[in-house]
């Protein structure tokens, strides 16, 4: 199965992604989430320890993660992939972003991270959690 080009930027080492991006993935999980889970099965997220470090980093107390929906291109059919986007939060319970024109983050503020993998296709088979 080949992969077109998506929305987003390669190569991207930082596992991060914009906030117009962010936005869009986050919408379109509340605009499809009603009928989504009736079509997409989509149970868990795997979500490696070196990327969830780099949140970590940031200085957050806490990490928010929310619940997107990416579009793309596989071999010329439309394909959902469901994606787990993860910021910083403060001791005070904020994400730690920053946006003046809702557009695009300031320099200032933290990141949106994404480098997480739905599962399926990336699951544990054999665990409890996992369905069965």
């Keep these: 199965m080949s992969t077109k080009p998506n929305d987003i930027p390669k190569p991207n080492p930082r596992n991060t992604i914009s906030l117009k991006i962010a936005k869009d993935w986050a919408k379109r999980w509340r605009k499809l989430e009603s009928s989504y889970n009736n079509y997409n099965d989509c149970r868990a997220f795997n979500i490696p320890l070196k990327d969830l470090q780099e949140v970590i ?12 929906v990416e579009k793309t291109m596989v071999e010329g059919e439309k394909v959902y992939i469901e994606k787990l986007m993860m910021v910083g939060v403060d001791k005070n319970g904020k994400d730690m972003i920053s946006s003046k024109d809702g557009l695009t983050l300031d ?3 933290g990141d ?3 480098f997480s993998e739905p599962c399926p296709n990336v699951c544990d088979e ?3 959690l996992n369905g069965g």
């Design 57 to 68: 980093d940031e200085g957050a107390a806490s990490v928010r993660a929310y619940i997107g």
């Design 107 to 109: 320099e200032e503020g």
């Design 112 to 114: 949106i991270y994404d």
């Design 126 to 128: 054999e665990s409890p």
